[in-house]
């Protein structure tokens, strides 16, 4: 009895704990950061000057062969105002790195909650009956040897990615792009993580596309909760998805 | 199908080389032209007694035996007629694009450019050009107003 | 109470989240409907630099929206209209205007003459900055202003380079059809800043833009006598490109601009010549009886791609430039014509006439994949814009005995999202400008 009151007051604190600091990684406080998002500055200018020098120098070339008169031109073009680009440093590139931790800290978050989801309802059991507890606990042991998905199951997860998915039709290779990501769900069908099966860093700008238009995919809101065969949580909690374009044209 | 197409063509050079040699001198309605000599007059002529067009087949530029007949109308009445130069516009329906109509229509002019020089037009005074599909003589868009539209047209020169 | 049946469970949950027992599913069609985008009204507290933000903003949206792969949501769905620029904006809101894209930003006067605009794009699902930049440029030169960031924008969602910082030559058409007036044209991409180039004194037709330059080469009636003529936009003056026996017509530049590939008809023959545009000089590529014509580079500048009717009907060929190798790579049926090599370099468009329709096509450069993109009475003459996904090119369609006039038509290589441009009078012949420098 001392034992499970003991044990009783590490979860509380823990969940306490959890609570305090993950609602900061959740930004559950909504907290207003105040922090400068760093700008690409961009001044349209040189550039282009450059540029219609270059052009200048080309028309020289033609117009010294030709002594051609050339016909009335009734309105002359005006050709535009070349633009003027040029690029400055961008000021920081803090926001990467930002970003980069809160990825992380959400995917703490991700697996304590679920934990903590798990460990809340056996604790429950535990405090209505107190002398099957250990039945309890056995039952709540997931089965390993549980059934597997029937495909027309999967079917019905597949389904479901279908409308989120903007497909990045008619870009460059588009037949050779298969992007694949891991997504972990939480018991009750919530997707609670994603994540690419590869990194795109040194792909094509293609391939990010599309890894982009997954990443949205399975973060649409429609796409938050997934229609599952609850029973079988431990066959559908880690899924990849492969998302494919070469049937698409 | 190529070769009948020259062996046509050539049948009908012959054919019609044979005719001008029995035909000079008797008068096709060549001899006919007591104009000034503007060019105004001379195209009206060409319009009205000895006629200025000839038609093609569908992406065709061989000169048929109506052609023919025609363009050694024609030829007679330029050799007897001096002092202008003749222009030869090639024309094409519009049921092609715009590139091949444009080649096609100067393939056309030629071909009758080869055929008067060949009735001993001096090649001197014929020029060419092509129009393409952009100047059709019939409006509409029907077999009978293509049919119009594929042909050189002689004109008088400036 | 075991402790350690609680341990075990503990370590179990730990470890079995990364557990490889997964599933896998294959996900091999999504919707194709364009993704729904809000963008903010540029801002400034001047009444003046507002409205210039406003109509900033409102090019951008009609650029997206035109492509057909963006729709803009309407400003009532919104929950606010104002995102402090310096903040992160808060996503809920956006995500329940269904954006999946949020983009807002601020105009700032420099001065008498200049203008700063400062924009940011979010991902809404990801919560992800994806674009943040600052551009500077002249009061008068908004409208570019606006296409460069449409630019921006497009590429960084699609993966693809822009299209809106360009222009489109073509043909402006007038009159009857026996006697019909064609000048040369210009405008933006999206319609505005519209010019006339020539007065219509003499027939103007196929022109096509230096991808690298402001040079316009175009078939010109000019004197009665049909030849390719060069026009400078910058300086608004034209000459004929050399003075060759017989009529020149069907140019192309070479993707850097320094070359120019055409036909040349003479005495019932037309064949392909090369012309280097600093030296003039000249070269034959065919020699052949019969017409080669509508040639174009391939974007490496070592290959053309051209129509012959060699084989007895119009097909299409490619030739090395340097091997002169001539390859047939169409073997459909019908006639192929006007092959269009893509600026990206996967496909060839073309114009194909089979059973009295006409369609725009593309295939890969080996001929194969060939595929409809679109079909009409009369379709022809396919021009790429810069980023080789969306295509041009002028249609017509029958009534009961006549056709109706014509118009340029704009739509995406995969056969979606047809629009048409709309111009001051007919239209034909467009040709798309490179990315303006």
Request: aromatic content about 8%.
């Amino acid at each position: 009895m001392i034992g499970s009151l003991f044990l009783s007051i590490i979860f509380h604190s823990f969940i306490i704990l959890v609570f305090l600091f993950g609602s900061d990684f959740l930004g559950l406080k909504k907290k207003i950061k105040l922090t400068d998002i760093p700008i690409e500055v961009v001044e349209i200018a040189k550039k282009s000057e450059a540029v219609s020098k270059k052009i200048e120098k080309k028309k020289e070339s033609i117009k010294k062969k030709n002594e051609y008169t050339p016909p009335k031109i009734i309105e002359k073009p005006k050709p535009p105002e070349f633009a003027k680009i040029e690029k400055k440093k961008p000021l920081e590139k803090q926001q990467k790195k930002i970003k980069k931790e809160d990825l992380k800290n959400e995917k703490k978050v991700d697996r304590l909650s679920s934990i903590l989801n798990t460990i809340e309802k056996i604790k429950k059991n535990q405090d209505k009956e107190d002398i099957v507890k250990d039945k309890t606990v056995e039952s709540k042991i997931p089965d390993f040897t549980g059934e597997k998905l029937t495909i027309s199951e999967i079917d019905i997860i597949r389904r479901q990615f279908i409308p989120c998915w903007t497909v990045p039709a008619g870009i460059k290779d588009v037949s050779k792009i298969s992007v694949s990501v891991k997504l972990k769900l939480d018991p009750d069908g919530n997707v609670i993580g994603s994540k690419l099966s590869r990194d795109y860093g040194s792909k094509s700008r293609s391939y990010k596309s599309v890894a982009e238009s997954v990443l949205r995919a399975v973060k649409h809101p429609a796409c938050k909760k997934i229609q599952v065969p609850k029973k079988k949580y431990e066959m559908w909690k880690n899924i990849t998805l492969n998302f494919d374009l070469s049937d698409i044209d | 199908m190529k070769k009948n197409v020259l062996l046509l063509v050539l049948g009908l050079f012959l054919v019609a080389s044979c005719e001008t040699t029995s035909g000079v001198g008797d008068g096709t309605g060549a001899q006919g032209y007591t104009g000034d000599g503007s060019r105004s007059s001379l195209q009206d002529y060409l319009i009205n007694e000895v006629g200025d067009r000839v038609y093609f087949e569908t992406d065709k530029h061989n000169i048929n035996s109506s052609s023919a007949f025609k363009l050694e109308t024609q030829a007679n009445w330029i050799k007897s007629t001096p002092g202008f130069t003749i222009i030869l516009e090639g024309h094409c329906d519009e049921r092609g694009t715009r590139e091949y109509n444009l080649a096609l229509g100067e393939r056309r002019a030629n071909s009758v450019k080869e055929f008067l020089v060949s009735l001993g037009v001096d090649a001197s005074r014929i020029m060419t050009v092509s129009y393409g599909k952009e100047r059709p003589a019939a409006e509409g868009s029907t077999s009978e107003s293509w049919s119009e539209n594929r042909r050189v047209v002689t004109v008088i020169g400036e | 109470m075991d402790l350690k049946k609680i341990l075990i469970i503990f370590i179990f949950y730990i470890f079995s989240s990364d557990c490889k027992s997964e599933v896998r599913i294959d996900i091999t069609e999504g919707n194709v409907n364009p993704i729904p985008i809000a963008i903010l009204d540029f801002q400034n507290n001047s009444l003046e630099m507002n409205s210039l933000g406003k109509k900033i903003s409102g090019v951008i949206r009609n650029n997206l929206e035109r492509t057909g792969l963006f729709t803009n949501l309407r400003k009532e769905t919104f929950i606010t209209e104002k995102v402090n620029f310096n903040r992160k904006p808060d996503f809920s809101d956006w995500r329940v205007t269904t954006a999946q894209v949020l983009i807002h930003g601020r105009i700032i006067e420099l001065d008498n003459k200049k203008i700063s605009l400062e924009f940011r794009l979010w991902d809404v699902f990801q919560e992800k900055q994806m674009v943040a930049q600052q551009l500077q440029t002249n009061k008068n030169n908004w409208r570019r202003i606006a296409h460069v960031i449409s630019d921006i924008i497009y590429s960084r969602i699609t993966g693809e380079s822009g299209y809106f910082d360009t222009r489109i030559v073509y043909i402006s058409e007038s009159g009857l059809k026996t006697k019909r007036k064609k000048r040369l044209a210009i405008m933006d991409q999206d319609g505005a800043n519209h010019k006339f180039l020539t007065d219509g004194s003499y027939l103007a037709l196929t022109p096509r833009f230096s991808p690298a330059s402001q040079l316009v080469a175009y078939l010109s009636y000019f004197g009665r006598v049909p030849r390719i003529f060069l026009l400078d936009l910058e300086t608004g003056k034209q000459k004929v490109l050399g003075d060759f026996p017989g009529m020149t017509f069907s140019p192309r530049f070479s993707p850097n601009g320094e070359r120019l590939v055409m036909s040349l008809a003479r005495e019932g023959n037309t064949d392909l010549y090369e012309m280097n545009l600093k030296s003039m000089n000249l070269s034959r590529l065919t020699k052949f009886k019969g017409i080669d014509t509508a040639p174009s580079y391939s974007p490496d500048g070592k290959d053309i791609v051209f129509e012959s009717d060699r084989s007895g009907r119009q097909q299409i060929y490619t030739m090395n430039l340097k091997s002169k190798k001539i390859k047939r790579i169409s073997f459909g049926k019908g006639k192929y014509a006007t092959p269009v090599w893509s600026p990206r370099g996967d496909l060839i468009a073309f114009t194909k006439f089979l059973n009295g329709e006409f369609y725009i096509g593309v295939m890969y450069k080996d001929g194969k994949g060939e595929r409809v993109v679109y079909k009409a009475y009369l379709v022809e003459g396919p021009t790429w814009a810069p980023n080789g996904r969306v295509l041009a090119f002028y249609s017509q369609n029958k009534t009961k005995k006549n056709i109706t006039n014509p118009k340029i038509k704009v739509i995406d290589l995969t056969g979606r999202n047809l629009r048409e441009l709309i111009t001051p009078s007919d239209a034909s012949d467009p040709a798309w400008s490179g990315l303006l420098p």
